[in-house]
């Protein structure tokens, strides 16, 4: 390109003028670093911050109150420097106006006043000396717009009730008082329930040394229910009432004593050996069978009375093995469900569970809380390939849009907020579909469950070299290498929450084969891949997400000339004539993941229109 002479210079001037400028600011700015205390304002998240930068180690401080409207005034003495007169004008709440002048009355001290703004009332400052500035905080308060933590979204929540361990219900209105030091708790408890209607059983611990627990009480007119509730509690036994009988002893809901259901619960979504797991953590005592393999090896040899070892080497092993069913048990040590039996089947993928009717309730319910289904995405996927001839619209490697969000890789920018049709670059994709020459590579819908991956593969097989070996029989023999050419895309769906946002990761990889010539009499092309993994992302149902990069560039130049007179030194260019072509191949993947509404059981959705034959 010929800038013409006039126009040159007058560049180089006015880039002399700016350098000069420059220069001369940052002089004046070094000359004020250096000429006293400098003021800055911070709007650090918690406490705006003034900074007094320069005030030398020996500088003492004192704040108070400026006409009591939340306005502060704080002197500094001990300076080293003057002070040269600074006001900033902040006009953000809490404060308007910062000023730190000098004491025209006394050298080497200074006065910082920060006036608080129409209707703000500034707190308490705190003031930290850190021996070469100053720092004058007010909690509580910030300047600017501050980085804001996510909103919280909505969890699902399920509340399975649960009765309480040792709370026995005792209805009635009698109040009981009663003392008793160290006492057998059997004791205790057959005197509380004596003339108050109520039968009373205690089942004996037979176990080695037995357990006799004893407590120390001092009830006054205290209620029936809390008086047995507290003394079940400080004793560490368990009952429970059968009609009016109170029931009491030690692991007695471990023990075959109470009326008990059976139950047997079919899984849908989860397996029923995970199911088991669940409720064992919970208390509930469950049964596993299984199967266990014995080995055993045993020797015979030819001559009963060899005893050397030449002789036992004759000898001959036969091995056999035994396999036998085994039970076993784990969980029902602590936890709600204490007290429940249970075992699985595999093959119906069944949970039966064995217990009083209260704790199998409450087992069914946890049971229907993990059967749930997990949340299922359909992710749309539009792959197009978007031919740029003669065009430089699209100048980056990689792009990607969010809602109002757009980040190019290649330039280096993000866009946040409003789309702008005239910047914006879904609106240069746009255009670029309207102006170009766009083809549809494929438009795949793949359904994918929470904690899932699914994948897409539009490759074709070429062969990137020949290798020839010959036998040493003289057969020359030739093998093909090859390698997949094409697009490949996956899809990984970690999470869909409960407020319509799905986390996926998209990995895009192109491979682009170029042909580099013929070898042995066949085509060979080298492998241009370009992948991209875009981490987790998070997308609301029904949001869109743009993936864009160049897959070819390419710049062909043509010149024509004349034979000898083109090559003339400078006539020769009357005699050549040249022209300049350039492709771009864009490839562009749209990405829209959309919620599948299945929670609807099949029992109550509408019956399908009955179809009426046409005779």
Same mark, same amino acid.
């Given at each position: 390109m010929n800038i013409p002479a006039n126009t040159l210079a007058g560049i180089r001037s006015f880039c002399a003028v700016a350098l000069a400028c420059t220069v001369a600011a940052a002089a004046a700015e070094e000359a004020g670093a250096g000429g006293g205390p400098s003021l800055q304002v911070r709007g650090g998240p918690g406490a705006a911050t003034l900074v007094v930068k320069g005030i030398g180690p020996q500088v003492r401080s004192r704040v108070r109150s400026v006409d009591g409207g939340g306005s502060w005034r704080i002197t500094l003495t001990g300076l080293e420097q003057a002070i040269r007169t600074q006001r900033l004008h902040v006009d953000q709440a809490p404060m308007t106006r910062v000023h730190l002048v000098a004491d025209p009355q006394q050298e080497g001290v200074g006065q910082l006043t920060v006036e608080a703004a129409s209707g703000q009332v500034l707190p308490t400052p705190r003031l930290i000396n850190t021996g070469d500035r100053l720092m004058v905080q007010f909690p509580g308060t910030a300047l600017g717009d501050q980085a804001a933590a996510p909103p919280l979204g909505a969890m699902a929540v399920d509340h399975v009730p649960l009765p309480g361990p040792a709370f026995i219900p005792l209805p009635g209105s009698q109040s009981v008082t009663l003392t008793a030091r160290d006492a057998r708790a059997q004791d205790v408890l057959m005197g509380l329930l004596h003339g108050t209607g109520y039968n009373f059983t205690f089942l004996e611990d037979h176990r080695e040394p037995p357990l006799e627990p004893r407590v120390t009480v001092d009830f006054r007119d205290e209620s029936l229910e809390k008086a047995v509730h507290f003394v079940l509690l400080s004793s560490g036994l368990e009952g429970y009432l059968e009609g009016r009988t109170l029931v009491v002893g030690a692991g007695l809901l471990d023990r075959n004593l109470r009326a008990k259901v059976s139950r047997v619960i079919r899984l849908n979504q989860v397996d029923a050996a995970g199911a088991a797991g669940f409720l064992a953590n919970l208390g509930a005592t469950m049964t596993v069978t299984h199967s266990v393999t014995t080995t055993a090896t045993e020797s015979f040899g030819t001559d009963p009375d060899a005893s050397t070892v030449a002789d036992a080497g004759h000898q001959s092993q036969v091995a056999s093995t035994t396999v036998t069913a085994a039970v076993s048990e784990f969980g029902g040590q602590q936890g709600p469900l204490r007290g429940l039996r249970g075992a699985t089947d595999e093959r119906l993928n069944t949970v039966t569970l064995v217990g009083p009717a209260a704790l199998v309730d409450i087992a069914q319910n946890y049971l229907r809380q993990m059967d749930r289904r997990k949340r299922q995405v359909a992710v749309k996927v539009r792959i197009m390939n978007v031919d740029l001839n003669q065009s430089e619209t699209f100048d980056h490697s990689f792009s990607a849009r969010i809602g109002n969000t757009f980040l190019a890789g290649g330039s280096s920018s993000i866009k946040l907020g409003p789309r702008d !049709?005239?910047?914006?670059?879904?609106?240069?994709?746009?255009?670029?579909?309207?102006?170009?020459?766009?083809? &549809?590579? !494929?438009?795949?819908?793949?359904?994918?469950?929470?904690?899932?991956?699914?994948?897409?593969?539009?490759? @074709?097989?070429?062969?990137?070299?020949?290798?020839?070996? @010959?036998?040493?029989?003289?057969?020359?023999?030739?093998?093909?290498?090859?390698?997949?050419?094409?697009?490949?895309?996956?899809?990984?769906?970690?999470?869909?929450?409960?407020?319509?946002?799905?986390?996926?990761? &998209?990995?895009?990889?192109?491979?682009?084969?170029?042909?580099?010539?013929?070898?042995?009499?066949?085509?060979?092309?080298?492998? @241009?891949?370009?992948?991209?993994?875009?981490?987790? &992302?998070?997308?609301?149902?029904?949001?869109?997400?743009?993936?864009?990069? &160049?897959?070819?560039?390419?710049?062909?130049?043509?010149?024509?000339?004349?034979?000898?007179?083109?090559?003339?030194?400078?006539?020769?260019?009357?005699?050549?004539?040249?022209?300049?072509m350039r492709d771009k191949t864009e490839l562009i993947i749209l990405v829209t993941p959309s919620l599948v509404q299945d929670d609807q059981p099949l029992a109550s959705q509408p019956p399908s229109p009955a179809t009426v034959p046409d005779w």
């Open positions: !049709a005239s910047d914006s670059f879904y609106a240069q994709l746009e255009a670029a579909i309207v102006s170009s020459d766009v083809n &549809v590579l !494929a438009e795949p819908t793949l359904l994918v469950q929470e904690g899932e991956s699914a994948s897409i593969n539009t490759t @074709t097989s070429v062969i990137t070299g020949n290798t020839t070996t @010959t036998t040493p029989s003289g057969v020359t023999q030739t093998s093909q290498e090859r390698e997949q050419a094409g697009l490949s895309l996956k899809v990984d769906v970690s999470k869909i929450d409960d407020n319509g946002f799905i986390s996926l990761k &998209v990995r895009p990889k192109v491979s682009v084969p170029a042909p580099v010539g013929i070898q042995d009499g066949v085509p060979i092309f080298n492998i @241009t891949e370009r992948a991209l993994s875009s981490g987790s &992302v998070r997308l609301r149902d029904g949001q869109t997400l743009i993936l864009s990069g &160049v897959i070819q560039d390419s710049d062909r130049q043509q010149v024509t000339k004349l034979p000898l007179l083109g090559d003339l030194p400078l006539l020769g260019k009357l005699f050549r004539g040249s022209s300049t």
